[in-house]
């Protein structure tokens, strides 16, 4: 367990959900974890059960990440995974005809502005590190298809999904050592489900209607999305850059049939 020995590794949206699995794993690992989030008591709980330094960090502000930068000006990994879906906020249309203009640039300021932020900031630092690292940007199932009821969250996946391959082919004609891979989770099991789904009689019955066009017929885990960070982060994977690696239990693969139909 030492594919990260000695990395310093930054994870945005690290308290909770994938983020969270993908600190704990890179700490197994190895790595020197940088947990950051905006959720400071739930961050540093999780820092310190891993073994870990936690930094508060709003990945849509500019002057957090200097304020990072001014702690951490040399880093082997960063993985942008701060996102939101836009749904926290209750009541709010998210299809394309009735979004309003403050949600759409809300999500996208998260997800697509702390993307760039954090591909800025890397390069830097990883210029200070023989201009050579791994960049993890996390894209969605949604950042490939359409998702009519979530417009905001999808068209900034996409966006995640064009910078990260513009980010590799601009180290690459640097002549850095810097890679940019994006991943895309479809369904993945964390709190925010739970919360929506509830913990009635009738939750089960729920979870397999939401996995019916899943050809695996199940929610992806997010410790299986670590998985990935932690190859993409490794020096395992050093000729793969601008790739785009889907987790999503076969549902691009077509969604409509399963195996043995």
């Given at each position: 367990?030492?594919?990260?020995?000695?990395?310093?590794c930054i994870?945005?949206?690290?308290?909770?959900?994938?983020?969270?699995?993908?600190?704990?794993?890179?700490?197994?690992?190895?790595?020197?974890?940088?947990?950051?989030?905006v959720?400071n008591?739930?961050?540093?709980?999780?820092?310190?059960?891993?073994?870990?330094?936690?930094?508060?960090?709003?990945?849509?502000?500019?002057?957090?990440?200097?304020?990072?930068?001014?702690?951490?000006?040399?880093?082997?990994?960063?993985?942008?995974?701060?996102?939101?879906?836009?749904?926290?906020?209750?009541?709010a249309?998210?299809?394309?005809?009735?979004?309003?203009l403050?949600?759409?640039?809300?999500?996208h300021?998260?997800?697509?502005?702390?993307t760039?932020?954090?591909?800025?900031?890397?390069?830097?630092?990883?210029?200070?590190?023989?201009?050579?690292?791994?960049?993890?940007?996390?894209?969605?199932?949604?950042?490939?298809?359409?998702?009519?009821?979530?417009?905001?969250?999808?068209?900034s996946?996409?966006?995640?999904?064009?910078?990260?391959?513009?980010?590799?082919?601009?180290?690459?004609?640097?002549?850095?050592?810097?890679?940019?891979?994006?991943?895309?989770?479809?369904a993945?099991?964390?709190?925010?489900?739970?919360?929506?789904?509830?913990?009635?009689?009738?939750?089960?019955?729920?979870?397999?209607?939401?996995?019916?066009g899943?050809?695996?017929?199940?929610?992806?885990?997010?410790?299986?999305?670590?998985?990935?960070?932690?190859?993409?982060?490794?020096?395992?994977?050093?000729?793969?850059t601008?790739?785009?690696?889907?987790?999503?239990?076969?549902?691009?693969?077509?969604s409509?049939?399963?195996?043995?139909?």
């Amino acid at each position: 367990m030492n594919r990260l020995t000695d990395k310093t590794c930054i994870v945005t949206g690290a308290a909770k959900g994938i983020g969270a699995a993908i600190a704990r794993a890179f700490a197994a690992e190895g790595a020197k974890v940088v947990v950051t989030d905006v959720n400071n008591e739930v961050g540093r709980a999780l820092a310190e059960d891993i073994g870990a330094s936690f930094f508060h960090l709003d990945v849509a502000d500019e002057e957090d990440w200097r304020a990072l930068e001014e702690a951490h000006p040399i880093i082997d990994v960063l993985v942008n995974n701060a996102g939101i879906t836009g749904h926290e906020k209750k009541g709010a249309a998210h299809d394309p005809e009735n979004t309003h203009l403050l949600d759409w640039r809300t999500v996208h300021a998260v997800n697509l502005d702390g993307t760039f932020l954090g591909c800025r900031y890397a390069i830097k630092a990883m210029r200070r590190n023989d201009g050579k690292g791994s960049i993890i940007n996390m894209s969605s199932r949604s950042g490939i298809v359409g998702i009519p009821g979530a417009a905001a969250y999808a068209s900034s996946k996409a966006a995640i999904r064009n910078h990260t391959k513009t980010v590799a082919l601009y180290c690459a004609e640097k002549g850095l050592q810097i890679r940019c891979n994006s991943v895309h989770p479809a369904a993945v099991w964390t709190d925010i489900w739970d919360t929506m789904i509830g913990r009635g009689e009738d939750a089960d019955a729920k979870k397999q209607k939401l996995v019916q066009g899943t050809p695996l017929h199940r929610f992806g885990r997010p410790e299986e999305v670590a998985a990935i960070c932690v190859l993409l982060a490794s020096d395992e994977a050093t000729f793969m850059t601008g790739t785009e690696l889907t987790i999503d239990g076969g549902i691009l693969a077509g969604s409509s049939s399963s195996p043995g139909q």
